[in-house]
Nanobody, 115 residues
């Protein structure tokens, strides 16, 4: 059974930091590219960051220099370190795994940036 379980979300003040985790099971994690998406209220889901099976990374322009995606294949986990958080980063963050024609999603974790 494939599972992606996100954790680490919460309420943080502007300028603060959070680290999201996504624990994967039920598939060969190391083969899969991993992505973090987010969806703010009333907006479409958008790609935040991605990391390939060989650990090359890409980021949305809005988070470059503030967010870092990484993966630990030994732990079947992908991370998103978020620094210098802004109110516009408030959203539900989703983990995504994809490889060839297969794609899986987590249930999401809420990140709220507010004073």
């Amino acid at each position: 059974q494939v599972q992606l379980v996100e954790s680490g979300g919460g309420l943080v003040q502007p300028g603060g930091s959070l680290r999201l985790s996504c624990a994967a099971s039920g598939f060969t994690f190391s083969n899969y590219a991993m992505r973090w998406y987010r969806q703010a209220a009333g907006k479409e889901r958008e790609l935040v960051a991605g990391i390939s099976s060989t650990s090359s990374t890409n980021y949305a322009d809005s988070v470059k220099g503030r967010f870092t995606i990484s993966r630990d294949n030994a732990k079947n986990t992908v991370y998103l370190r978020m620094n210098s958080l802004k109110s516009e980063d408030t959203a539900v963050y989703y983990c995504n795994a994809h490889f060839l024609g297969y794609a899986y999603w987590g249930q999401g974790t809420q990140v709220t940036v507010s004073s």
